[in-house]
């Protein structure tokens, strides 16, 4: 019997796959499709994304292959130009190394953490496809469409917006799907449009749509979209609105796109969870779903690792509210569109971007602090620069990077006991044991709000999905709760 079997091999499946064979859990990831996929769907990552995928070894490779968002070009009737942003560009902070959404098609997402998988000793089992799944206390038994079945003792359903295991389990998908709002997307190669811009096409009444064409970095192809119209082929489309001035040379991977806005009540039945799109569906509109599904991933494979069922059931905790609020979002830009609003392409909301999502108030919020500062317990913990005792540079983030929880200990290394597991954390100028992370210029200090120059330590579990759980200011507290135990037991 195999620990986990993830059902879906899009970027969430995959995700939760490198987070258990990193950590050697067995497991085995199963597709329906005969073939990875091949279309650009959901091209854009979020910052907090990038983060997760630098955790697991890929932003230098995300970032070679894809490109900031390009300035959009809207053609007016009349021949006339509109260059406009759709977010003006942030300049990386200590805290926040990468501030900017950034463009990948979804289909290099999905080959990069495929490959990574691939390093790390699992594979994807192509053209395999669940029909139906049984549970009894021991395990669960997924029955395959060719006759034979997988006995798992977790399954993770991450097949998509018409998943078979969350329609087996029983869970409904609730909220509403816009069939009036549809859209054709293809990946097209085109002739005679510069790719420095993201080009749209207005009607006549300057608020409607009728073209988009955005160029996908790292490839020669364009991301095509355009609500249904009076022509029958895409080659027609690009002909009659560009006035001829734009040719497509050939037509890749297209889809028929409507507008569904669902999510379930439940992340989890029995020994069984959903993640990704199989548990929450989006709008396109501010590049959430994707995002929101590999965050689900994040979160979960650390916790089927652990075999702590208690933990387990934090998932659908801590997860659930985040699809809900996120839902919204890309729900209010989408009616923003529909509706035609000015700024409907506008994308400067500091949410999009999910650094800010966080479980305060969740079930592993330990904040035990007398006096904690801006950064509490169930906050994303920030980045900082700064250097070894050798003088090599080194980020919090390297620190964190791994499969593993960390302690962070601010302050002086006297105060915690020598058998408390730590990775302390010094200003410059004072002593540093073997293996601290010297700051530098302060900006970890500053990032995680916590005076310097104040006695003792402070201690911070940082969970393995790097996010705060049990913060003390009385080292010995650091053994005592339930959260730290659950969050960081090496640490512990």
Request: charged share 25%; proline share 7%; aromatic share 6%.
């Amino acid at each position: 019997m195999t620990d986990v079997l993830v059902v879906g091999a899009g970027p969430t499946g995959l995700t939760l796959a490198c987070e258990l064979a990193r950590r050697g859990i067995d497991h085995r990831l199963v597709e329906r499709s005969p073939r990875p996929f091949e279309g650009s769907r959901g091209k854009g990552l979020q910052p907090r994304t990038l983060e997760v995928l630098d955790d697991l070894g890929l932003v230098d490779q995300v970032l070679a292959d894809g490109g900031d968002y390009p300035v959009l070009r809207v053609h007016l009737d009349g021949g006339a130009l509109h260059d406009m942003r759709m977010a003006e560009p942030n300049d990386p902070r200590p805290d926040v190394p990468y501030p900017n959404g950034w463009m990948l098609p979804q289909w290099r997402t999905a080959e990069l953490l495929a490959r990574r998988l691939a390093e790390l000793g699992g594979r994807v089992e192509l053209g395999v496809e669940v029909a139906g799944l049984t549970q009894d206390a021991d395990g669960v038994t997924a029955a395959l469409a060719d006759g034979s079945s997988i006995r798992a003792r977790h399954l993770v359903g991450a097949d998509g917006g018409r998943s078979a295991v969350r329609r087996a389990l029983g869970v409904g998908f609730e909220g509403e799907t816009f069939e009036t709002d549809r859209m054709t997307i293809a990946d097209v190669l085109l002739d005679g449009l510069d790719r420095d811009h993201w080009h749209v096409w207005s009607g006549g009444d300057q608020s409607s749509f009728r073209l988009g064409l955005c160029p996908l970095p790292g490839t020669d192809r364009y991301q095509l979209t355009a609500p249904p119209g009076s022509v029958d082929t895409v080659e027609e489309l690009v002909e009659s609105v560009t006035g001829g001035a734009v040719r497509v040379l050939d037509v890749g991977w297209r889809s028929e796109f409507r507008a569904n806005v669902r999510m379930v009540d439940r992340y989890r039945v029995g020994r069984a969870f959903l993640a990704g799109d199989a548990a929450h569906v989006h709008s396109p509109a501010g590049g959430q779903g994707l995002n929101t599904g590999i965050q689900d991933a994040y979160n979960l494979g650390w916790k089927l690792a652990s075999g702590d069922d208690a933990l387990l059931d934090t998932y659908e905790a801590e997860r659930l509210p985040v699809a809900a609020a996120v839902l919204g979002i890309s729900s209010r830009l989408h009616g923003k569109i529909r509706d035609g609003v000015e700024d409907a392409m506008r994308r400067d909301d500091p949410l999009l971007r999910q650094l800010g999502v966080g479980y305060r108030g969740g079930p592993l919020d330990d904040e035990r602090r007398r006096a904690p500062g801006a950064v509490r317990s169930g906050d994303r913990a920030p980045d900082a620069p700064g250097h070894s005792p050798d003088g090599t540079p080194l980020r919090i983030f390297d620190v964190l990077r791994g499969p593993d929880a960390v302690l962070l200990a601010f302050g002086d290394p006297a105060a915690v006991p020598p058998d408390v597991d730590a990775r302390h954390v010094v200003p410059a100028g004072r002593p540093a044991p073997a293996g601290a992370f010297v700051d530098t210029d302060g900006h970890a200090f500053r990032a995680y709000d916590i005076d310097p120059d104040a006695p003792g330590a402070v201690l911070l579990h940082v969970r393995p999905d790097g996010y705060l759980g049990t913060c003390v200011d009385a080292p010995e507290q650091v053994r005592t709760g339930s959260a730290a135990r659950r969050a960081a037991p090496a640490a512990g």
